[in-house]
């Protein structure tokens, strides 16, 4: 089957503008993702850091 050759390179072209346009896609999915990964990990460290305040006043309550 022939194709003109300016057909060719412009099909050529899209398809390599649909990869870049998906390639990107895929990036801010994996960022979102990242970025909820981080914000679970951060606000478990913050219960972690207020359970160990709130222990800490209980101990120093009991010595007094």
Known sequence: MYRHPGLASQLAK??????LA????QRRVR????LARA???AQRAE??????V???LQLREGLQ
């Open 47 to 52: 219960r972690r850091m207020r359970q160990a």
């Open 31 to 34: 960022q979102l993702v990242a």
């Open 54 to 56: 709130r222990k800490a």
């Open 22 to 25: 998906q390639a990107q896609q």
């Open 14 to 19: 899209q398809r390599h503008r649909e990869m």
């Open 39 to 41: 914000s679970r990990r």
